[in-house]
């Protein structure tokens, strides 16, 4: 069964900080693009970062530049996301996906994972 699998998720202070992880299972990463999407409640589901295949490009929302990292390491089958000076309005579900291609378009992603709560509040 071909699946991704999203963790790390919970509830911080503002300022905060968490790492989220994407596990694949049933295939392999290593010739996919990954991206973080994100959807908060009446929102649509919004780009957040992205990865190259190999590792060596990555793509910020500009909301998040500066305090959120994409990392991979295809040994584990892994991609993280690393979250620091966390804010209100980073509160979503968040979802990581697979594509050959990178980008936000959301309909050129072919795996997706079930999603991940971040809540972000005093």
């Known amino acids: 069964q071909l699946q991704l699998v999203e963790s790390g998720g919970g509830l911080v202070q503002p300022g905060g900080s968490l790492r989220l992880s994407c596990a694949a299972s049933g295939f392999t990463l290593d010739y996919y693009a990954i991206a973080w999407f994100r959807q908060a409640p009446g929102k649509e589901r919004e780009g957040v970062s992205c990865i190259s295949s190999s590792g060596g490009a990555t793509v910020y929302a500009e909301s998040v530049k500066g305090r959120f990292t994409i990392s991979r390491d295809n040994a584990k089958n892994t991609v993280y996301l690393q979250m620091n000076s966390l804010k209100p309005e980073d509160t979503a579900v968040y979802y990581c996906?697979?594509?050959?291609?990178?980008?936000?378009?959301?309909?050129?992603?072919?795996?997706w994972g079930q999603g991940t709560q971040v809540s972000v509040s005093s």
């Open positions: 996906a697979a594509s050959e291609f990178m980008g936000f378009v959301v309909s050129s992603y072919t795996y």
